[in-house]
């Protein structure tokens, strides 16, 4: 009887302990099995330590570039010694936080990476020996296993960081050659060079961040550029190997360079592999887990949230997935989870945020002549006295027959805290004439999402 439960959670990441926490306040006995730390990929291995990163990299950038308000410092140091132990200590010190929250609400955790046996039982494995622990029996089980790293086929790939082994790190390289174009690339890339890495990024089509405006797709080529980044387009990798202390690359096209080290960055896959999901049957939408809009899949007591299923791969997303169906199931309550205007950002240096449809996916929509787009691009007050003097980029995209607001786009600082904002007046169907009646707040930076004519 004790290793009976309501539910059984499959992962702790942001999604599952959102899950298992909601579900546990409203009565339910609850289980969740994890084989690595609580957390999961953002709090682990994602957005929360690369974010960290990122603030490291400002303030390193924005020292060096300060010269013009009268701040000189000389012998600016960086020791990545340093900024890597004190990530690696607040990981540790949010997983702990995660896991005493569990115990309060009486959730049994389960070490081990659980597999299916059948619908209802699952078979939980040691991480370290891989043999059975126990069994457990849930009468519903949710799936929240994330993603994991996407890789290479290629001689030497076993020499290629991933994004997990970044975090592992006790010092930085000298230099770096990150393999992708999209958003986890380019943060690296920025976070790297703005701590004085010599840095290069192959992306294998002609633009970076694909599936975002070409504004802010080219307002973050620019900038990359001038920050010395060495980007690398319409080029692959063939093979890596081992030089003494350093790796050669050879790329399809002939060039051969060498680097210290070579991050793979080329995106996330779900990460169902060792879930036996075979042994039950569950329907698949290619990658994905195919869901209903509860989040159930084919078996009726079986659910899954998160990156393995075809919704927006994000942690917030995750999150409400995870509140929506405990609230359903166990807290008697009737929701679904609002897919319109998600916002998402990039938290390159600068960053960039979007909320809506880009320009392509407006005018294949709607048509070239029934959109209206309004942008503006300018060196924000806060760069006149830098010594590079990067410009902000401030986009909004108009369905003309009604007037309502269809995207908000924006590069530059604090992009992301902005269209937070913005995507609240998107939700209710904002116009642009509701736009232009409100007052500016001056001088900001956002004002000219407000003046823009």
């Not at 540790?92 to 929250?101: G, V």
């Not at 039950?280 to 299923?309: R, S």
């Not at 205007?341 to 294949?364: H, M, Q, Y």
Request: charge should be positive; charged fraction near 20%.
């Amino acid at each position: 009887m004790n290793n009976i439960f309501d539910l059984v959670v499959i992962g702790a990441g942001s999604g599952g302990l959102a899950a298992a926490k909601r579900a546990a306040s409203h009565g339910a006995k609850v289980a969740l099995i994890e084989g690595s730390k609580i957390g999961g990929t953002c709090v682990i291995r994602g957005c929360v330590p690369k974010k960290l990163m990122v603030y490291a990299a400002i303030a390193n950038n924005n020292i060096k570039n300060s010269n013009g308000y009268g701040i000189s410092l000389s012998d600016i140091s960086f020791d990545s010694e340093i900024l890597l132990k004190n990530v690696k200590n607040e990981v540790s010190r949010l997983s702990e936080i995660h896991f005493n929250s569990l115990q309060k609400l009486n959730i049994k955790v389960f070490t081990g990476w659980g597999h299916f046996v059948d619908q209802n039982h699952i078979d939980i494995v040691c991480p370290s020996t891989g043999k059975s622990v126990c069994k457990i029996r849930g009468e519903k089980i949710l799936i929240a296993v994330g993603g994991k790293p996407n890789t290479l086929r290629i001689t030497g790939s076993e020499l290629l960081w991933s994004s997990n082994e970044v975090f592992e790190l006790n010092n930085f390289p000298k230099s770096i050659l990150i393999v992708g174009g999209g958003y986890i690339a380019c943060e690296f890339a920025c976070i790297f060079r703005n701590l004085g890495i010599d840095t290069t990024q192959v992306i294998r089509s002609n633009n970076l961040l694909n599936g975002f405006d070409n504004d802010l797709s080219s307002s973050l080529k620019e900038i990359m550029v001038s920050s010395g980044i060495d980007l690398l387009f319409n080029e692959e990798l063939s093979s890596v190997i081992k030089k003494e202390d350093s790796l050669e690359v050879s790329f399809k096209s002939g060039l051969k360079k060498v680097f210290k080290n070579v991050l793979l960055a080329t995106g996330r896959s779900p990460n169902l592999d060792n879930l036996k999901l075979e042994s039950i049957g569950l329907e698949m939408n290619g990658p994905y887990l195919k869901v209903n809009k509860h989040n159930q899949t084919n078996k009726k007591n079986i659910f899954a949230i998160g990156d393995i299923i075809d919704r927006p791969n994000l942690t917030p997303v995750a999150i409400e997935q995870g509140r929506v169906f405990a609230d359903n199931y166990y807290g008697d309550l009737s929701r679904l989870v609002n897919y319109k205007f998600v916002p998402k950002a990039v938290f390159t240096i600068p960053e960039l945020a979007s909320v809506g449809l880009n320009e392509d996916e407006a005018i294949k929509k709607y048509s070239k002549d029934n959109i209206r787009i309004f942008k503006c691009k300018f060196v924000p007050m806060s760069n006149t006295f830098k010594n590079k003097k990067n410009k902000s980029m401030l986009k909004l995209i108009v369905r003309k027959n009604d007037d309502k607001i269809l995207g908000c786009h924006m590069f530059g600082d604090a992009s992301s805290e902005i269209i937070q904002m913005a995507s609240i007046a998107l939700n209710i169907g904002v116009t642009k004439k509701d736009f232009d009646i409100t007052m500016a707040l001056h001088p900001t930076v956002s004002e000219e999402f407000v003046t823009m004519y």
